[in-house]
Nanobody
Framework: VQLQASGGGLVQAGGSLRLSCAASGLTFSRYAVGWFRQAPGKGREFKAAISWNGDSTYYADSVKGRFTISRDNAKNTVYLQMNSLKPEDTAVYYC????????????????WGQGTLVTVSS
């Protein structure tokens, strides 16, 4: 099983990025997917999740209205569209898959990607 996160980079405050999480080695359409981030010196924080079929989504308050999670099961990929980025959004972003549905808790996810770095300059 492999989750490959990509799309990170350097962007100015107010800008946008779209992260992708491409999965292989599992029946991706049966898994909920979450995005988490970890800033230097901090723990891994939940930011967004999507159900196996995309019908349900959930966001942390800090990104609600700015980030949008979506998925294309035909491409085995989940996306995180990030708009109106702020310097405090700077972190390594991780995607994770969970067979048993969405969760805000990192330690219940079954598989993790390697992370992609997002840097937002002021």
């Amino acid at each position: 099983v492999q989750l490959q996160a990509s799309g990170g980079g350097l962007v100015q405050a107010g800008g946008s990025l779209r992260l992708s999480c491409a999965a292989s080695g599992l029946t991706f359409s049966r898994y909920a997917v979450g995005w988490f981030r970890q800033a230097p010196g901090k723990g891994r924080e939940f930011k967004a999740a999507i159900s196996w079929n995309g019908d349900s989504t959930y966001y942390a308050d800090s990104v609600k209205g700015r980030f949008t999670i979506s998925r294309d099961n035909a491409k085995n990929t989940v996306y995180l569209q990030m708009n109106s980025l702020k310097p405090e959004d700077t972190a390594v972003y991780y995607c994770a898959a969970r067979r048993s549905g969405m969760s805000t808790s990192a330690n219940v996810y079954d598989y993790w990607g390697q992370g992609t770095l997002v840097t937002v300059s002021s």
